[in-house]
């Protein structure tokens, strides 16, 4: 059975609004999607109804927050498969996450000569944290190259990996170009020589199925806002035995289980990492997007973004003067081109003024640009509630732009 996208659509307010007097096309969905109103629903009637601080409050709004909180924490654990919800530990975002696990599993493990293997592909939070890491340790970075279409070279992977590597921390799905990775294969080889993997699933996990348990990963951490949910929240998923032997990240009030000025000893899992006040009402709304997914399927979801994909691919391709950047044949629905003879800014513009939002630049990948050779580019990223019709407005457009410089 196919989604009703006109139905979806209604359930986005955002969606149904002129953006420089033309019907808005929203294609920035890699950088962040539209919220339904049942989260944004959520989010007031916590504030109007529940507001309160969890796990220490002895009365009833107390309660009902803690339990609100805490259900959107089973809801994770059922949307990655993970074996219990003390594994699922709440982050602001991708980076926090990735910077948790460099702060804690990295300065406990990553020592002198140590490897860490990242690739071509990543975003810049999941580059900066090991650069700052094996500067202090004395360790060292690795970087699996790519090809022409965006893909890695697996050969080159298999090379660099060995006992001196202790982390692989790599990009499940590239968000500047859309790629993904095959990262069960990488994850086994990584294993095979002891080291730990971490998967950024800040653009996997809106798109394809992840099971936790199946690929074997030992940390993924991604972004709500990416999921339909709300800002600056985000998840950490670690395999149990790998986050009990971890020290705390942040301390403060909620990750001990006794302070005293000679000796504090630590909260359990997941509380450990979950210094302080957390992001309640954003928790709770986040709940509301997960049942979204869910009563979407992910499958439906994929099929429906692959199928704007191809469609938005054969169109564009049409075009004189369309650069496609990344072909990678295993892909999320990302396009990623340059106009020849255009700055990719200036496209961007253009296309604002057509009411359609689009993505410019470097996508925070500027290695990944260097590889290419390129400043930037023009990145749409189609969402759910994204339809053809949309998509002949920004060929439509793209066409007439293209022209200026491509006659
Ligand atoms: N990794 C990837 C692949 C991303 O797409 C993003 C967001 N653009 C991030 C990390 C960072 O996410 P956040 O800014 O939500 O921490």
Redesign the pocket.
């Known amino acids: 059975m196919s989604l009703n996208i006109q139905e979806i659509r209604a359930l986005f307010p955002v969606l149904h609004q002129e953006v420089n007097g033309k019907p808005l096309v929203y294609f920035d969905n890699?950088?962040?999607t539209q919220k339904p109103i049942s989260v944004i629903d959520a989010l007031s009637a916590y504030y109007k109804n529940d507001n309160s601080n969890i796990h220490r409050g002895a009365h009833t709004l107390a309660d009902r927050a803690t339990r609100y909180y805490e259900n959107t924490r089973k809801l994770l654990q059922q949307f990655l498969n993970a074996r219990e919800e003390a594994e699922i530990i709440f982050t602001?975002?991708?980076?926090?996450?990735?910077n948790l696990v460099a702060s804690t599993f990295g300065r406990k493990y990553i020592n002198e000569g140590d490897e860490i293997i990242i690739s071509t592909l990543?975003?810049?939070?999941?580059i900066v944290p090991w650069q700052m890491l094996c500067e202090e340790k004395g360790a060292v970075l690795k970087i699996i190259p790519i090809n022409e279409a965006g893909d890695l070279d697996m050969q080159a992977f298999k090379d660099l990996v060995s006992p001196k590597t202790k982390l692989v921390s790599i990009?499940?799905?590239?968000?500047?170009l859309g790629t993904i990775n095959p990262v069960e294969e990488i994850i086994e080889l990584s294993h095979q020589v002891g080291a730990k993997v971490l998967l950024?699933?800040?653009?996997?996990t809106s798109h394809l199925e992840v099971d936790v348990q199946a690929l074997d990963c030992d940390f993924l951490?991604?972004?709500?806002?990416?999921l339909y949910g709300p800002?600056?929240l985000?998840v950490l998923y670690g395999k149990r035995v790998v986050l009990e032997e971890m020290p705390p990240y942040q301390g403060g009030g909620e990750m001990i289980k006794e302070v005293t000025f000679t000796k504090t000893t630590y909260n359990e899992l997941p509380f450990k990492f979950e210094a302080g006040t957390p992001n309640i009402g954003d928790v709770i709304a986040f709940g509301k997007a997960l049942e979204f997914i869910n009563q979407l399927g992910k499958k439906q979801i994929k099929a429906h973004e692959d199928e704007l994909l191809a469609y938005a691919s054969d169109s564009l391709s049409q075009i004189k003067g369309f650069i496609p950047v990344g072909t990678a044949r295993e892909k999320i629905s990302v396009i990623s081109f340059n106009i020849n003879g255009m700055h990719p800014f200036d496209v961007g513009m253009m296309l604002d003024a057509n009411g359609i939002a689009v993505r410019t630049g470097h996508?925070?990948?500027q290695p990944l640009m260097q590889r290419f050779g390129i400043e930037g580019t023009v990145r749409a990223s189609f969402s759910v509630y994204n339809t053809k019709s949309e998509i002949d407005k920004l060929v439509a457009s793209v066409s007439k732009i293209a022209k200026l410089k491509n006659k």
Do not use: R
Request: aromatic fraction near 2%; charged fraction near 15%.
């Open positions: 890699a950088a962040t602001k975002g991708t980076t926090e996450g990735i990543e975003h810049h939070s999941n990009i499940h799905v590239s968000n500047a950024d699933g800040a653009q996997s951490v991604f972004s709500a806002h990416k800002t600056g985000g996508h925070c990948t």
